[in-house]
């Protein structure tokens, strides 16, 4: 991955945290660094995947395919983060 590949994957990380929380039903009790957090690391892990899988936006525009993949990692990632933040409980 480029130095560009990495700075791209961290401003739609931004975003695909955002759509992974809109995604996932119900409230979610986890604040939003930790949304933007798992948005940047489900853009990475879901570009690994795609990669791994062999996908290449080789039509040229929009990577709708890569697109979907992230939001479906970052969606389960908020759903664990919501999860485990909320069995912590406030005292």
């Not at 948005?39 to 892990?45: K, L, S, T």
Request: aromatic fraction near 8%.
């Amino acid at each position: 991955m480029t130095i560009g590949g990495i700075i791209s994957a961290i401003i739609v990380g931004l975003i695909i945290g955002a759509l992974g929380r809109l995604v996932v039903p119900g409230k979610q009790a986890i604040p939003i660094w930790l949304t933007i957090v798992i948005g940047i690391i489900a853009a990475f892990v879901g570009g690994f995947i795609a990669a791994a899988f062999g996908y290449a936006n080789a039509g040229g525009g929009i990577p709708w395919i890569l697109i979907i993949l992230q939001v479906a990692v970052a969606a389960i990632g908020v759903s664990i983060a919501a999860g485990a933040y909320a069995r912590r409980g406030i005292r």
